[in-house]
């Protein structure tokens, strides 16, 4: 039996993540709308004792292709993650929530009160994933002329955390006594107003509401750029990525590991976790035909409309599908490090344009691995077990369905070989991740001044 525990997330992208699942028997079409069916799924994931469900967002929807494109695209309409989990939360106990929210289309003041009411309401589950958008074309919703370029987007991240986290920290834990017979409320002398004058932000506080059950929601982030890494290395406490191979799994899990230290920070502070998206079949021939018939959904409009960003100044709609690849941008202001998967990934298989979106299509260039229960667990294992990853992302092609086989065919798998938990241990998501609950700056620094 291992100590060590794999941790895994269900990444629920609607319909699921292969870009044809809406049109799947097994999916639920309206279900970006539908209430009932995140219930369902967050439930089926608990079960599963999985650490937390993920939710990616963007602030505007993604140009895709023409008119013919957008109206085969079925992720158009979709909730608002914090308003979604603070639904969910009522109707699970365990599992965590991670729900997206972008750093360049907010005010730090009024994500760290949405953050710090969706901890309180689910008992201590929340997680934020950082994004700094890679959506070009929300910058129009906000009355933007043009997206914020890419290093200064992650400029302004760090100092955004900084403040969140901050104003997280406007109540000490111990703050409120609410004690009817003095008539004292709370402490005032332990409500701290941040007042931070920064180049990006200038924030008052205090929050109007107390210290979250986990110190913060826990801080997740997705960057594999440059800048990315650093972020992360420096603030995230789970890590999300994608990647085709062993070897560059683990060449990125050595890398960011070993940026902690010059932060006062251990590896095991930052959950690595890279996507994995499994067809599944009790049979390898069955999964394989489960992922053809998957694929044999996608309209040709839709495949090219996967890929036309990577391409801005081609039109691919005239391209031959079959062909050789245009060559790709050679930069972008949007999502670096995704360009720089996909062109290796073309590259490296020498791929047509239809076998790119192809390739693409069940997971956007994250890893998919068709097969049988046990060869998708052999596949974890290899990763879990050669510092490739502390767990998965797991992105199931078509929901409800796909989630619910890897729930009742992989994961007893996995428990049977002792790689992952029977029940959960923790009350909060932190607890179950086996990260520390943060202590507030005010507190550490009267730690230190008791030390001194």
């Given at each position: 039996?291992?100590?060590r ?32 069916h ?76 949405k ?8 008992k ?38 900084d ?5 997280w ?74 990647w ?74 005239q ?15 949007g ?23 192809e ?62 938990r ?31």
């Amino acid at each position: 039996m291992s100590e060590r525990k794999l941790h895994l997330g269900a990444f629920i992208q609607a319909t699921g993540h292969h870009i044809a699942a809406w049109r799947h028997p097994g999916s639920q079409a309206d279900s970006g709308t539908n209430i009932d069916h995140y219930q369902e799924v967050a439930q089926t994931a608990e079960r599963g004792k999985f650490d937390l469900v993920f939710l990616a967002d963007s602030p505007g929807i993604y140009e895709r292709g023409d008119n013919e494109a957008r109206g085969r695209y079925g992720r158009i309409a979709h909730f608002e993650p914090v308003t979604l989990f603070a639904a969910l939360s009522a109707t699970t106990r365990h599992i965590g929530f991670v729900a997206t929210d972008s750093t360049t289309y907010n005010e730090p003041y009024l994500l760290a009160r949405k953050f710090a009411s969706l901890d309180h309401l689910s008992k201590g589950r929340a997680a934020w994933n950082v994004v700094t958008t890679g959506n070009e074309a929300a910058a129009g919703n906000f009355g933007k002329a043009e997206h914020l370029a890419h290093a200064l987007r992650y400029e302004r991240a760090e100092e955004f955390l900084d403040v969140v986290k901050g104003l997280w920290d406007s109540f000490d834990d111990d703050a409120f006594l609410r004690d009817k017979t003095s008539g004292v409320y709370f402490d005032a002398d332990k409500l701290h107003t941040l007042d931070h004058q920064g180049k990006h932000f200038s924030v008052t506080g205090p929050l109007n509401i107390s210290r979250p059950p986990q110190g913060y929601p826990v801080i997740v982030q997705a960057g594999a750029s440059e800048a990315g890494r650093e972020l992360a290395a420096r603030t995230a406490e789970v890590i999300f990525t994608a990647w085709q191979t062993l070897e560059e799994a683990q060449t990125f899990y050595r890398d960011v590991k070993g940026r902690l230290a010059k932060y006062g920070r251990n590896p095991d502070e930052l959950k690595i976790m890279p996507g994995l998206s499994p067809v599944i079949g009790r049979t390898q021939e069955e999964a394989e035909a489960r992922y053809r018939e998957l694929q044999d959904l996608i309209h040709p409009a839709v495949g090219i409309s996967i890929v036309q960003r990577f391409f801005p100044d081609v039109d691919l709609s005239q391209s031959d599908l079959d062909g050789p690849l245009p060559a790709f941008a050679t930069q972008t202001n949007g999502n670096t490090s995704r360009l720089a998967l996909v062109s290796e990934l073309a590259r490296r298989d020498n791929l047509t344009l239809r076998q790119l979106y192809e390739s693409l299509a069940g997971a956007r260039g994250h890893r998919v691995v068709v097969g049988t229960p046990a060869s998708i667990a052999d596949e974890i294992q290899a990763w879990f077990e050669n510092e490739a990853a502390d767990g998965f992302n797991i992105m199931p092609p078509v929901l409800p369905q796909s989630l619910n086989e890897f729930v009742d065919l992989v994961i007893p798998e996995l428990q049977k070989r002792g790689l992952f938990r029977t029940e959960y241990t923790g009350k909060t998501l932190r607890e179950n991740l086996g990260l520390p609950r943060p202590l507030s700056r005010y507190a550490q620094s009267g730690e230190e001044r008791l030390r001194a």
